[in-house]
């Protein structure tokens, strides 16, 4: 099958999600440095000490912008079983979308109007909110939209538009905040938001069918059939993994800059690269899916995954950490859409929502643990929080292997060891 054969709705969805994901992607990067400009102040909270669960640390710099970065994770994670439950009640997907983007948008122009770093936190809770919205109504009209001979083609169309925004959002954004300011950088994230909602409003529509009879039960399915963890959540565990893998870079950005010689701009392009690697992978990767099945590229992903991450905590030069980067990009687009489409493929009729909400609050919550993990863990030596992360990824590549089995429907004698498990 084609791309040009998808529905419009996917690509419309995509572009949307292209132009948001670049004003998102801006604030990754800007974040960090908007609140070590000193325009936030946040010397009264460094060297302070905070008592939890018999446990004490120390507040440094790096953990305050690890805690702003995943807020908006954990927001967002915790929050999509609910959202994602209730789309599939109303059938109201893109009205939730819409919603979604006015939150992200009107937080990202009111960045630049605050000067308490505790603003800057509630103004990040507020977009972790609006995403929750936006992203399991955004996956489940993709997933409503295609079959089980395309849905892999479908999220790699999908996830490229996406992931052209998210990359070159980083990369932009080093340009834009040393040649005009914060106020430019906050201006574009509001500007993205604002196409992706004027995209959304033309072009996307829910599909016809009733308002779905799902539970109320908003527990996730744990336990398997014929194994012991149900495979979407395994994939959950193993998305975890990956989102940590991914997001602890950002919190690091003044260590890594200093430790490479280099500047945001080297920085914006090695955060950017996993993103540029996901661009030039993911359609090919999503309609190998469909044509050799998930699994092989489910187990290639993630053994892949283990050595990009661990390998950031030694290279030395900016061009090596880019070149890791990108492969470790390369990781992720192996898992991404066969991931989606798993989900899709077990997904019952009516329940796209709250199936595949799992994998998206997965990738949030791994989002939202990296920078705060890497922000306490860089205390004990720069390449532990890699190490720790590749440990994680280890294990998810184990628990994939034996609980995940193949769901889709190859072709036949496409790869041997690819027969489908699906019971249609």
Same mark, same amino acid.
Request: with cysteine; proline share 4%; glycine share 12%.
């Given at each position: 099958?084609?791309?040009?054969?998808?529905?419009?709705?996917?690509?419309?969805?995509?572009?949307?999600?292209?132009?948001?994901?670049?004003?998102?992607?801006?604030?990754?990067?800007?974040?960090?440095?908007?609140?070590?400009?000193?325009?936030?102040?946040?010397?009264?909270?460094?060297?302070?000490?905070?008592?939890?669960?018999?446990?004490?640390?120390?507040?440094?710099?790096?953990?305050?912008?690890?805690?702003?970065?995943?807020?908006?994770?954990?927001?967002?994670?915790?929050?999509?079983?609910?959202?994602?439950?209730?789309?599939?009640?109303?059938?109201?997907?893109?009205?939730?979308?819409?919603?979604?983007?006015?939150?992200?948008?009107?937080?990202?122009?009111?960045?630049?109007?605050?000067?308490?770093?505790?603003?800057?936190?509630?103004?990040?809770?507020?977009?972790?909110?609006?995403?929750?919205?936006?992203?399991?109504?955004?996956?489940?009209?993709?997933?409503?939209?295609?079959?089980?001979?395309?849905?892999?083609?479908?999220?790699?169309?999908?996830?490229?538009?996406?992931?052209?925004?998210?990359?070159?959002?980083?990369?932009?954004?080093?340009?834009?905040?040393?040649?005009?300011?914060?106020?430019?950088?906050?201006?574009?994230?509001?500007?993205?938001?604002?196409?992706?909602?004027?995209?959304?409003?033309?072009?996307?529509?829910?599909?016809?069918?009733?308002?779905?009879?799902?539970?109320?039960?908003?527990?996730?399915?744990?336990?398997?059939?014929?194994?012991?963890?149900?495979?979407?959540?395994?994939?959950?565990?193993?998305?975890?993994?990956?989102?940590?893998?991914?997001?602890?870079?950002?919190?690091?950005?003044?260590?890594?800059?200093?430790?490479?010689?280099?500047?945001?701009?080297?920085?914006?392009?090695?955060?950017?690269?996993?993103?540029?690697?996901?661009?030039?992978?993911?359609?090919?990767?999503?309609?190998?899916?469909?044509?050799?099945?998930?699994?092989?590229?489910?187990?290639?992903?993630?053994?892949?995954?283990?050595?990009?991450?661990?390998?950031?905590?030694?290279?030395?030069?900016?061009?090596?950490?880019?070149?890791?980067?990108?492969?470790? #990009?390369?990781?992720?687009?192996?898992? *991404? $859409?066969?991931?989606?489409? &798993? !989900? @899709?493929? =077990? /997904?019952?009729?009516?329940?796209?929502?709250?199936?595949?909400?799992?994998?998206?609050?997965?990738?949030?919550?791994?989002?939202?643990?990296?920078?705060?993990?890497? #922000?306490?863990?860089?205390?004990?030596? *720069? $390449?532990?929080?890699?190490? &720790? !992360? @590749?440990? =994680? /990824?280890?294990?998810?590549?184990?628990?994939?292997?034996?609980?995940?089995?193949?769901?889709?429907?190859?072709?036949?004698?496409?790869?041997?060891?690819?027969?489908?498990?699906?019971?249609?």
């Amino acid at each position: 099958m084609g791309v040009l054969d998808l529905d419009r709705r996917v690509f419309a969805l995509g572009l949307a999600r292209m132009a948001d994901a670049i004003g998102n992607s801006f604030l990754i990067v800007v974040l960090p440095l908007y609140i070590a400009s000193g325009q936030v102040p946040i010397e009264a909270l460094v060297g302070t000490r905070l008592a939890a669960f018999g446990l004490s640390v120390t507040v440094t710099e790096y953990l305050l912008v690890g805690l702003v970065l995943s807020l908006f994770g954990f927001l967002n994670s915790f929050s999509q079983p609910f959202t994602g439950r209730l789309s599939d009640r109303t059938g109201r997907r893109r009205a939730f979308i819409l919603l979604g983007l006015l939150l992200l948008g009107g937080a990202s122009g009111a960045y630049a109007l605050v000067s308490s770093y505790w603003l800057v936190v509630v103004l990040r809770v507020v977009q972790g909110i609006g995403a929750a919205f936006t992203i399991p109504c955004t996956v489940a009209l993709v997933n409503e939209l295609a079959t089980g001979r395309d849905r892999g083609s479908n999220f790699g169309v999908f996830n490229t538009f996406r992931l052209i925004g998210f990359g070159f959002g980083p990369i932009v954004a080093g340009l834009v905040v040393e040649a005009r300011g914060f106020d430019a950088a906050f201006a574009v994230a509001v500007a993205g938001a604002a196409v992706s909602f004027l995209t959304v409003w033309a072009f996307v529509s829910d599909p016809d069918r009733p308002a779905a009879d799902a539970s109320d039960d908003l527990s996730v399915t744990v336990r398997g059939d014929d194994r012991l963890l149900d495979p979407v959540f395994a994939l959950g565990l193993g998305t975890v993994a990956m989102g940590i893998c991914i997001a602890m870079f950002a919190t690091l950005e003044g260590r890594i800059n200093d430790r490479l010689g280099q500047d945001t701009l080297w920085f914006g392009l090695q955060f950017g690269a996993v993103t540029l690697a996901n661009v030039a992978f993911q359609i090919p990767v999503g309609r190998g899916a469909d044509r050799y099945g998930r699994r092989p590229f489910l187990l290639a992903g993630f053994c892949l995954l283990v050595p990009t991450t661990v390998a950031q905590g030694y290279v030395l030069t900016p061009e090596l950490m880019t070149l890791t980067r990108f492969l470790l #990009g390369v990781a992720v687009a192996l898992v *991404f $859409a066969p991931s989606l489409a &798993v !989900a @899709g493929d =077990l /997904a019952r009729e009516g329940e796209s929502g709250t199936t595949l909400s799992t994998l998206t609050m997965a990738f949030g919550l791994g989002v939202a643990i990296g920078p705060l993990a890497s #922000g306490y863990l860089e205390r004990f030596g *720069f $390449a532990v929080p890699f190490l &720790v !992360a @590749g440990a =994680l /990824a280890t294990l998810a590549l184990c628990v994939v292997w034996t609980q995940v089995a193949e769901t889709g429907d190859p072709e036949p004698g496409a790869w041997p060891w690819s027969e489908s498990t699906r019971g249609d």
